[in-house]
């Protein structure tokens, strides 16, 4: 591979699409370049995560996705306690708000193994899989999915509007975690960058963690918990689209 490959060509190659000299080309060019690499293994851990909390063995693509889906393999898993290792997995996924939310929940200690993970993992794979290829096959298109939002989840919070600095919500998708439903609402202004909104129930045990943000190689998650809810708003890190979302989360 004599030119570096594209943002296209990494995703597929984390996604398993590449073919076998074009996977090859891909992990020499990687093992020359390796804070690329660890980039790239960070990308792969995340969606180890993902396919681990839709309880598929292999990532499946978006079609498969559908709740219905995802929801009856999970109940198949469940007497052979598989789920139990995305369960695991996802309950360090949570984000947490501190003080104020102190007084919501009474919160014991994670575990040393919860605290140690990436929290809200699974909010930046989704972000990839449906954000950031374009390619969300919405459950509900609106100019304001608030009602929609609400007829799934019990007193979410508000949306955030992310009008004034040009991203306008384009759609809704309906995800699965074993602990119950969860869901990813994308933003996207006139040049086509977008920003998702994620809420999920907390894992097992309703462990926390303070509220926070996190980067994972082009994408910044931005976490926190409400009203028994996490939530997670991930954008890209170097494209302006970061400074809106902290804009946004200073009204919340």
Partial sequence: ????????????????????????????????????LVEIQAWQRDAQQLR???????????????????????????????AMAAAVLLSIGVGGLG?????????????PALASAAPMADAIQAHRLFAVRHDLQPDRVAADL??????????PMKLPDLSGSGF?????RLLA????????????????????????PPGPHRYLLPRGDRRDGDLLAQYWSRGGYNYAMVSGSDDGSTRVVKRALQAI
């Fill in 177 to 200: 975690t074993d602990q119950g439903a969860a869901a990813l609402i994308v933003y996207e202004d006139a040049a086509g960058n977008a920003i998702s909104f994620y809420i999920r």
């Fill in 168 to 172: 306008r919500q384009v759609g809704g």
């Fill in 99 to 111: 003080g104020w939310q102190a007084r919501e929940w009474s919160q014991p200690a994670a575990p």
């Fill in 1 to 36: 591979m004599s030119t570096p490959p594209n943002e296209h060509d990494l995703h597929a190659y984390v996604d398993g699409r590449l073919d076998a000299a074009s996977r090859a080309d891909m992990e020499a060019w990687l093992s020359r370049h390796p804070e690329r």
């Fill in 146 to 155: 608030q009602p929609w939002l609400e007829a799934n989840f019990r007193q």
């Fill in 52 to 82: 681990a909390a839709l309880a598929g063995e292999s990532l499946a693509p978006p079609s498969e996705l559908d709740p219905a889906r995802v929801r009856g393999a999970l109940a198949r898993r469940r007497s052979a306690r598989y």
